[in-house]
């Protein structure tokens, strides 16, 4: 599954940059991650400032 973004995002707009596939959307108040392009990397986890960005449910990467 697709990493998300959690309700702690703060709209700074790293993650967006960091996607290599360009799954990651600035949304109404958060961004948002689209499910059918996002291949589970973990970039944009790994450069999140307040750690909003985690792995979806069913998805066994750390």
Same mark, same amino acid.
């Given at each position: 599954m697709a990493y998300v !973004?959690?309700?702690e995002? !703060?709209?700074c707009g790293s993650c967006e940059d960091e996607c290599p596939v360009g799954a990651i959307s600035e949304g109404e108040d958060k961004y948002v991650i689209d499910a059918e392009l996002c291949t589970d990397?973990?970039?944009c986890a790994d450069i999140c400032p307040v750690e909003a960005i985690e792995p979806g449910e069913g998805n066994d990467k750390p």
């Open positions: !973004i959690t309700d995002c !703060i709209a990397c973990g970039a």
